[in-house]
T-cell receptor
Framework: GENVEQHPSTLSVQEGDSAVIKCTYSDSASNYFPWYKQELGKRPQLIIDIRSNVGEKKDQRIAVTLNKTAKHFSLHITETQPEDSAVYFCAANFGNEKLTFGTGTRLTIIP | DTAVSQTPKYLVTQMGNDKSIKCEQNLGHDTMYWYKQDSKKFLKIMFSYNNKELIINETVPNRFSPKSPDKAHLNLHINSLELGDSAVYFC???????????FGPGTRLTVT
């Protein structure tokens, strides 16, 4: 079936430390893996994505890694800051028309 | 310039009423979506339209009826509202199916 599992559901890290969120997906044909950040009361916003032809992608303090064999991908945030506090969602495509989202991770940065 | 907009932002109504939510995108995208986000923050796709044609219809009660008058607009009409319909409804759009999706600001629906 179309399933994306996300862990952990909540994560607290000290400001300046790194945070890692992990997702697994069920369909080996999936080839697009975005990450969205949703601040309180706001819309989900795309922060980074990766396609299956690459294993890692970085954008300043955030990076995503993909292991196609194991069907899992991870979001890494380094040097965390208070404004990184939000709910983060991973997603994977199933076919050409649909994204299925993970259940979200509430990240809290402790000053 | 708002890329994906929704109206209204808040909607409070009583059980049994019928209500509509409107969505518009000015990105020139071909595909539009409706998502439901419940109190636990789960994001579930409800419908997807590509160039005014329905392409995804998840297991949503038939009290929910989407309508796309043109590819820039996707509306959601809900009949006989129930308490369980209370949620935030997000519209989104993308250029080509399951790729970068841009979300609207959401409509918080509260059914009393």
């Amino acid at each position: 079936g179309e399933n994306v599992e996300q862990h952990p559901s909540t994560l607290s890290v000290q400001e300046g430390d790194s945070a890692v969120i992990k997702c697994t997906y069920s369909d080996s044909a999936s080839n697009y893996f975005p990450w969205y950040k949703q601040e309180l009361g706001k819309r989900p916003q795309l922060i980074i994505d990766i396609r299956s032809n690459v294993g890692e992608k970085k954008d300043q303090r955030i990076a995503v890694t993909l292991n196609k064999t194991a069907k899992h991908f991870s979001l890494h945030i380094t040097e965390t800051q208070p404004e990184d506090s939000a709910v983060y969602f991973c997603a994977a495509n199933f076919g050409n028309e649909k994204l299925t989202f993970g259940t979200g991770t509430r990240l809290t940065i402790i000053p | 310039d708002t890329a994906v907009s929704q109206t209204p932002k808040y909607l409070v109504t009583q059980m049994g009423n019928d209500k509509s939510i409107k969505c518009e995108q000015n990105l020139g995208h071909d595909t539009m979506y409706w998502y439901k986000q419940d109190s636990k923050k789960f994001l579930k796709i409800m419908f997807s339209y590509n160039n005014k044609e329905l392409i995804i219809n998840e297991t949503v009660p038939n009290r929910f009826s989407p309508k796309s008058p043109d590819k820039a607009h996707l509306n959601l009409h809900i009949n006989s509202l129930e308490l369980g319909d209370s949620a935030v409804y997000f519209c989104a759009s993308s250029q080509q199916g399951a790729r970068e999706q841009y979300f609207g600001p959401g409509t918080r629906l509260t059914v009393t």
